[in-house]
């Protein structure tokens, strides 16, 4: 970006000493019309020992120079604020504005981005209060069925599968006793037996212990993001870390999105990073409201993956329902970064 807006001044410049060239070739004509040898005059005469020639080009060049930049400067200067607005509406920060200077042409483009920044602002703001009323309406609807769904299931599952795998294993450990001073070598598949019914209890107590709601249930976003990340250290021994701001006001609607966001990019931490540390982090500006979360994990190309990942598609779409951004930096070998940038538009609702 740099070398593009280095590159209007040399144009500038360029252009300039072209001008100053033909001006100056102009006057040295006129001046010499009446001389014999006309414009070679230049080269016969000198100045303090020095061709007068020399003495008009170092005088086009410094000319044409400085006129090049006086001209360029300003406008560079203008073009690379509009460049920087561009370049912070693209990444979801709306509230900025472009200084807008006279009322040339750039002047105009300054305030026709402004005026898209406005509209964008607007839209966002509008986005967020239909994804709050929504979600509160869902809320109401679904809340009692998908509660008395999931209760039913985990309730089935306790009392049928659960109390069967409870029963198979202590028949096992029954029957590995009544074997224990024999040397059949079934002993061995008893064992072998009882270990996978054990491991199978534990994988019904963690499906038990996730059929709960996918949603908040009448938490703060940060109770609910601590209890995912606690669940994460307990279960599979992970370290995480979280920072989450004090007092943030935030819409019901936008929290919920937030934690399915963070929910799907725990699942596929677990699925595919084979990571062994997570960091969360959550604050909130005047502006905007920032995400990060980090993982030490295997990392993954993020062109080619990015497309086919059904995870990373709902997650992107989560938050750009509520108008914010999502950005993902992976290295392989290295781990992953996912930055989530939500503009504040509810300030005062």
Do not use: C
Not at 35 to 44: A, K, S
Not at 74 to 95: C, K, N, S, W, Y
Not at 150 to 172: C, E, G, K, P, W
């Amino acid at each position: 970006m740099k070398k593009r807006l280095a590159s209007i001044r040399w144009q500038f410049i360029r252009h300039s000493l072209l001008v100053t060239f033909i001006l100056s070739f102009l006057l040295l004509f006129l001046m010499t019309y009446d001389e014999p040898r006309g414009l070679l005059i230049v080269f016969d005469r000198k100045l303090v020992a020095i061709p007068l020639f020399f003495w008009v080009f170092a005088l086009i060049v410094i000319t044409g120079v400085i006129a090049g930049y006086i001209q360029a400067d300003p406008i560079r200067r203008r073009v690379d604020q509009l460049v920087h607005g561009a370049l912070r509406f693209e990444r979801g920060t709306f509230t900025h504005r472009v200084e807008v200077e006279g009322e040339d042409e750039l002047a105009e483009l300054g305030k026709r981005l402004n005026g898209m920044a406005q509209n964008f602002e607007e839209q966002v703001a509008s986005l967020q209060r239909l994804s709050s009323e929504r979600a509160a309406m869902q809320e109401t609807v679904k809340k009692a069925a998908v509660s008395e769904e999931r209760q039913r299931l985990a309730r089935d599952l306790h009392d049928a599968v659960s109390q069967q795998l409870f029963a198979i294993s202590m028949m096992t450990a029954a029957i590995k006793q009544t074997m224990v001073k024999t040397s059949d070598p079934s002993v061995e598949q008893v064992k072998m037996v009882e270990k996978m019914a054990n491991t199978a209890q534990a994988e019904m107590r963690a499906l038990l212990l996730h059929l709960r709601p996918a949603h908040l249930e009448g938490k703060s976003l940060k109770d609910g993001i601590h209890q995912l990340f606690n669940e994460l250290q307990e279960k599979y021994g992970m370290d995480v870390t979280v920072t989450i701001e004090e007092n943030m006001m935030i819409p019901k609607g936008i929290e919920d999105q937030i934690f399915r966001m963070v929910q799907e990019a725990i699942s596929n931490v677990l699925r595919h990073a084979k990571a062994t540390q997570l960091e969360l982090q959550l604050r909130q500006t005047n502006q905007d409201l920032k995400i990060k979360l980090i993982d030490n994990g295997v990392g993954f190309d993020v062109k080619s993956v990015q497309k086919n990942s059904y995870g990373l598609h709902t997650m992107r779409e989560r938050m750009t329902e509520i108008g914010g951004t999502l950005q993902i930096v992976s290295v392989p070998n290295k781990g992953t970064q996912i930055e989530v940038n939500i503009p504040i538009a509810w300030k005062g609702e």
